[in-house]
């Protein structure tokens, strides 16, 4: 039963374009989503997140839209950079049990 | 100066052995955690300690055991490793309270054959 969703799991774009990575999630009780990014042969990194009353957080390149209704979220990253390569991970934390659901990652390459 | 290591990173090991992942983090945080990734990529919560008390424990064979001998080690050891084990191991810490952002180790590979 996975509670978070990551159905793309490779994506290309090429440098200076949009990137945008989505996610898909079943539990209501969720109250903050984020995002991690992950390079190869290192852990995790938290990039950015989104209380579930926003339905939208800007940090430099990266913005996450929160859609409710749909129990969607999505990275955007404008522009795209060759060190955007990695693997982005979207994650939820399950409100009152202080434990993060992750996704399984989607792995974005950025074209030169 | 790596704020979580995890060692081995890597380690292959025999069915039916035992063996143990060590983690340590200097960030001063006071929760760590243990992470799996399956076949499928899911990273998945293990275990969670709070200043050495266990407060998340999931569905876990207790074959896995946590140590967490001070706040800045957090041990997995598993008993009688089974082929299902292999698996991507991640140690994570933070703040008390601020388990939102979680600093990761490199993550330890394990091979059972």
């Known amino acids: 039963d996975q509670q978070v969703k990551q159905n793309s799991p490779s994506l290309s774009v090429q440098e200076g374009r949009i990137s945008i990575l989505n996610c898909d999630y079943t539990n209501s009780m969720f109250d903050y989503f984020l995002w991690y990014k992950k390079y190869p042969a290192e852990g995790p990194t938290f990039l950015i997140s989104i209380s579930s009353i926003k339905d939208k957080n800007e940090d430099g390149r990266f913005t996450v839209f929160l859609n409710k209704s749909a129990k969607h979220l999505s990275l955007h990253i404008v522009p795209s950079q060759p060190g955007d390569s990695a693997v982005y991970f979207c994650?939820?934390?399950?409100?009152?049990?202080?434990?993060?659901?992750f996704g399984q990652g989607t792995r974005l390459t950025i074209n030169p | 100066d790596t704020a979580v290591s995890q060692t081995p990173k890597y380690l292959v090991t025999q069915m039916g052995n035992d063996k143990s992942i060590k983690c340590e983090q200097n960030?001063?945080?006071?929760?760590m955690y243990w992470y799996k990734q399956d076949s499928k990529k899911f990273l998945k919560i293990m275990f969670s300690?709070?200043?050495?008390?266990?407060?998340i424990n999931e569905t876990v064979p207790n074959r896995f055991s946590p140590k967490s001998p001070d706040k800045a080690h957090l041990n997995l050891h598993i008993n009688s490793l089974e082929l299902g084990d292999s698996a991507v191991y991640f140690c994570?810490?933070?703040?008390?309270?601020?388990?939102?952002?979680?600093?990761f180790g490199p993550g330890t590979r394990l091979t059972v054959l």
């Open positions: 994650a939820a934390n399950l409100q009152g049990a202080q434990k993060l659901v």
């Open positions: 994570a810490s933070s703040l008390r309270g601020g388990h939102l952002e979680q600093f």
């Open positions: 300690y709070n200043n050495k008390e266990l407060i």
């Open positions: 960030l001063g945080h006071d929760t």
